[in-house]
């Protein structure tokens, strides 16, 4: 009999009134635990959005706690975690096929251990399949354990076991892990976790439990730390940022946490993602009134067609969209606003999908991200009925993509021959002449550095507008 704690839909699916309990002192290192790691190496790869990516940041701050270090060669490494993401069927194919590939490094030193985490060792059917047929896998944990790595490392390492750990219950709110931020200017603080809105497309919900918000104390004087330390720029994170704070009494909203963030003075504040659903004037607002908070917003559309949305229970309408598209446009000067669309939701006729590219032609989005439908287990639409072929549905992929690449080169166009303030990235990895870094907007620059190094705010004149990017020299 083995002691897995394995996922369950059925929990995952729960749902009432929930205030996460806070947890500040989850990692507890005995003796062992804290000299496991001693002249051995880990490697992270991650997938999936930036929410995945912070959670990577702070697996490898608890193995460095453990004494691992850091490599970037699997070859050196003695542990290789796998940091999931589960949102569309093709991002699963591929860490599926990364683990046999990582087969080829087990038999080169068979005390390799490889782990699989984040979103998709959140789904009963994943981890089914990989304890039966991926033998190489050593360790399973989910979203909501990450704090456990330390006594499941103890138990493969010392009692030669595997170690599985998932829960699907809503969620606790961890303070205080320590982490390895990957970059020392430019940082993403998770305000909150978790996601209620149940989209009937999406998995998100289920990976990633229950809503619950960090206390706006506790953000705060993680931002004030960071611009202790000298970054320049925060990202704030949240499946729906928007709807922060909703689930705690006495704390203040997103429009509130934007404004009290802004005033630790940080030089640049970004976030992501924004629904539609949960934007108030009173947050626009906040964007229009800081300089430091950038004029940039993610606005996912999914469908210009009311029916499709009312189906896939994004709860507005596409005139409702448009409202807020005109009041942010109208409001915050200068802003950049990019998208998410999915094609070939079941059933989506053509009439349905010209909607969406009527929408696209109304907003003339500066930067976009489209999809075709993935069905994910146990969410509702994948049980719908779906009469469109796949041909089809990427035929509609194209013409959409035509149109969303036409609009992104032409917004980029309005900003040749202006002077922008680029926050520099690094030198580019073809050419180590040509640099690159982002403006307010969120526009990529690829520029000749003339004076100053990574971390600076930069003046750039624009000179060329291409379809994904500008290209500038330093002023
Ligand atoms: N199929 C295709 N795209 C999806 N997304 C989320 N779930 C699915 C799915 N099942 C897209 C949405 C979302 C983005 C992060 O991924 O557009 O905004
Ligand atoms: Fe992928 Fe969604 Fe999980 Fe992020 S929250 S890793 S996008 S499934």
Known sequence: MNDYRLPDLKQARRRGPYQAPIIRDALKLNETQKSLGRDLFYHVITYG????????????????????????LLEKADIIILNTCAIRDNAEKRVLGEIGFLQNYKRQNPSLIIGLCGCMAQEEEVVNKVLKSYKNVDLIFGTHNLYELPQMLEKIVVGKQKAVSVYSHQGSIFEGLPSHRSLQYKASVMIMDGCDKFCTYCIVPYTRGQQRSRLAEDIIAEVQQLCQDGYKEVTLLGQNVNAYGKDLPENGDFAYLLKKVAETGIERIRFTTSHPWDFTNEMLQAIADYDNI???????????????????????????????????????????ISTDIIVGFPGETEEQFQDTLKMVEYCKYDNAYSFIFSPRPGTPAARMEDNVSMEEKKQRLARLNERLDYYSKSNNEKWVGKTVKVLVDGPSKTNPEIYSGYTPQQKLVNFTLKEGKVGDIIDVLITEAKKNSLNGIQE
């Open 294 to 336: 950038m004029p940039y917003v993610h606005l996912p559309l999914q469908s210009g067609n009311d029916e499709i949305l009312k189906r896939m229970g994004r709860r507005y309408t596409s005139e409702e969209y448009r409202n807020l598209f005109d009041r942010l446009k109208n409001t915050v000067k200068d802003v950049s």
């Open 49 to 72: 959005c930036q929410a995945n990516v912070r959670d990577g940041e702070v697996i490898s701050g608890i193995l460095e706690e453990m004494g691992y270090a850091h490599t970037e």
